[in-house]
């Protein structure tokens, strides 16, 4: 069975920008879930969507969107990139409630 | 709401000697437990996860941990270390009740010197 796959693996992106990130859950899987990783805040939960609705959601401005289509795979938006913004974004994918997340290898985003 | 600490930022151990990786939680009713590993430049690996059921539980790479209710504690022991285990560590936990957010704790860097 194949993982949890996530597109771009690396962006390079400037102030102000927005972007894009990807992530294709495990076939069967339908909760995706994504975490950013800091080397200062370590790792956070932005978001978590099953079957196209967001069921929960972490402690992050509005600038963080997320969407989740009919096939499950989930996309993330950062509009109005900051330096901040800079980390390791990892999706995560289950069957449903408590049960464990499989992670992708994630999306390293630098911005300048 | 839910909080993770992991006591060592950093554990240095020799090849082929024990290593316990301490990780506490914050109390709650219904406790989900996990530890995970990362590699350098790669995402999380699931170690071993503790639902319900046995106290000690055994995971992949010969890596185990044990829940201890009382002491709200859930280290991560593995008895013989290799160069390749080598990674970070973080112990997490769900928060909420049907949820599927999990809280990290700050993990834990282990250095294996040969």
């Known amino acids: 069975k194949a993982g949890v796959t996530q597109t771009p693996r690396y962006l390079i992106k400037t102030r102000g920008q927005q972007v894009t990130l990807s992530c294709s859950p495990i076939?069967?899987?339908?909760?995706v879930s994504w975490y950013q990783q800091t080397p200062g805040q370590g790792l956070q939960f932005l978001f978590e969507?099953?079957?196209?609705?967001?069921?929960n959601k972490g402690n992050f401005p509005g600038r963080f969107s997320g969407r989740q289509f009919s096939n499950s795979r989930s996309e993330m938006n950062v509009s109005t990139l900051e330096l901040g913004d800079s980390a390791l974004y990892l999706c995560?994918?289950?069957?449903?409630?408590?049960?464990?997340?499989?992670f992708g290898p994630g999306t390293r985003l630098t911005v300048l | 709401a839910q909080s993770v600490t992991q006591l060592d930022s950093q554990v240095p151990v020799f090849e082929e000697a024990p290593v316990e990786l301490r990780c506490n939680y914050s109390?709650?009713?219904?406790?989900?437990l996990f530890w995970y590993v990362q590699y350098p430049n790669q995402g999380l690996q699931l170690l071993l996860k503790?639902?319900?059921?046995?106290?000690l539980v055994k995971g992949i790479n010969g890596f185990e941990a044990e829940f201890n209710k009382s002491q709200t504690s859930f280290h991560l022991r593995k008895p013989s270390v290799h160069i390749s285990d080598t990674a970070e560590y973080f112990c997490?936990?769900?928060?909420?009740?049907?949820?599927?957010?999990?809280?990290f704790g700050q993990g834990t860097r282990l250095t294996i010197n040969p």
């Open positions: 995560a994918s289950s069957k449903d409630a408590y049960n464990e997340q499989f």
């Open positions: 076939s069967g899987h339908r909760s």
């Open positions: 969507y099953f079957s196209e609705t967001q069921r």
């Open positions: 109390s709650s009713v219904s406790v989900y």
């Open positions: 503790y639902l319900s059921g046995s106290t």
């Open positions: 997490a936990v769900f928060e909420g009740q049907g949820a599927q957010k999990l809280v």
